[in-house]
């Protein structure tokens, strides 16, 4: 199985214990959503914008068998691919560095 990274950023992945990086998939791009406002109301006077927002995926690669691709939560859950994961940022796998950055995960998530 080929994992490849379409999220703009480099992710590591640590073992269990988040000591030690098992392998780095750096970025090949960056698989985002369009984002479209589809309405819009103000409520509170006037006072506060709401707006109600829909998502349309950008483009996706070419897929190729037996490989997944690791996008973005949003990117996911609008698409609904069996061939999409996540970097899991749950507090159970996320890896931070002393000031607090995520630096790594140690699981992925299927969406």
Known sequence: MKLRNF?????NLYDETGTKI???FPSEGNIR???KIV???TVGDGQYKIVTKCYV???LPD????TMLIVSLLVAQNCQQGDMLCPDTGI?????NEK???IGVRNFQSC
């Open 92 to 96: 159970n796998s996320v890896v931070r």
């Open 39 to 41: 309405d819009e109301y």
């Open 57 to 59: 995926l950008a483009e």
């Open 33 to 35: 959503m369009e984002e």
């Open 100 to 102: 607090g950055q995520i």
């Open 22 to 24: 098992i392998e780095t």
């Open 7 to 11: 999220t703009p950023h480099e992710i």
């Open 63 to 66: 897929m190729e068998d037996d």
